[in-house]
């Protein structure tokens, strides 16, 4: 694909012999210089196919100038910021090349003084950037090579006036590529803004779930998905699991209900410090926490490749986040299960989910809400059809469904 011999060496080195299918599409044309829009589902190692080409550019090109970046990658949250940079860093090892992470919670101070000789390549989230550039602690002038990464997750977390904002600091003459794994109308905009004729690469369609994922619903009241949940995770205590909620209060009082149950649980949201989430993924990680609950904005783009399950707690408001979500699992090929919990209010969510999926999801138990189309009964789950404990009954009176009110999707990008 054009990689130079020490970089292949490298790859070698850590594993890496045969290349994704979003790394085969988007990589040749990137080493021509090309623009690239790569359209993937999320855990099919998209980071690899804009970081190669990085390092193979940038290793050609000389040291950067005092407070100079020669290349950026911006990405919506810290932890996904820290895993690039992590990424970044083996496939430079061995090499000249610096690389380093700005994010929030972390001092600003130390952060500029990092950026003071200049770095080769920095991994930023757009809020921690622009305070550094209003410091003029650092500068985009000399920067050849942008990526963004998630960019439906920045654009839904609200940071598309912040990507302008730094966009005027970068020069017209720069190599640009943009990753994503759904395609939202605001990112047609968004590509016409920062890509010149891009290539565009998809791997698969946008939206779409990774394949080894099995997905299923239950349609439950909301008082019984405590219960519900303890059950589920009971079957698979050696297995670890994500577990998402809506809000911050509510995924922090979830958590401290599992731990009572005997589960070994933890917790990040927007109201944890950074050292807090730090230290629960990497407790996630080493298998010492096995139930992560997290909220949307804490948890984008974890990697974490041996999570088997994933819970949705509670339905997102934006439909294109569930398939976030259940890409944390069945990653790097590996199998993985989604299960959804659907309370009644919850009915116009599971549909827009639905919709963007372009299929239904598979009923483990209960009846569907009034307005969900769904398949046959009889998804596999232990529940069955039904009006068990855990089983819906259609719409009840008085519940509203949630089709019928208009949410505004919230401005997210502080958080991060």
Known sequence: MGLPEKLVARLADMGLTEPTPIQKGAI?????????????????????????????????????????????????????????????????????????????????????????????????????????????????????????????????????????????????????????????KLMEELSGEYLDNPQKVQVSPPGKAADKIEQSVHFIAKSEKQALLIELLDTHRDELALVFGRTKHGSEKLMKQLEKAGFAAASIHGNKSQGQRDRALQAFRDGTVRVLVATDVAARGLDIPAVRHVYNYDLPNVPENYVHRIGRTARAGRDGAAVAFCAPDEAGELRAIQKVLKMSIPVASGRPWEGVEAPGQGGGGKRGGGRGPGGGGGQKPGSGNSSNRRRRRPNRAKAA
Do not use: W
């Open 28 to 184: 040749p044309f990137a080493m021509d210089g090309r623009d690239v829009m790569g359209l993937a589902q999320t855990g099919t190692g998209k980071t690899a196919a804009f970081g190669l080409p990085l390092v193979a550019h940038i290793g050609a090109m000389g040291r950067p100038e005092p407070k100079g970046v020669q290349g950026l990658v911006l990405a919506p949250t810290r932890e996904l910021a820290g895993q690039i940079a992590d990424t970044l860093r083996d496939l430079t090892q061995g090499s000249p090349l610096k690389v380093a992470v700005v994010v929030g919670g972390q001092s600003l101070n130390a952060q500029a003084k990092r950026l003071e000789r200049g770095v080769d390549l920095l991994v930023a989230t757009p809020g921690r950037l622009i305070d550094l550039l209003d410091r003029r602690a650092v500068r985009l002038d000399q920067t050849r090579f942008l990526v963004l990464d998630e960019a439906d997750q920045m654009l839904d977390m609200g940071f598309i006036h912040a990507l302008r904002q730094i966009s005027r600091h970068l020069p017209a003459k720069r190599q640009t590529m943009l990753f994503s794994a759904t395609m939202p």
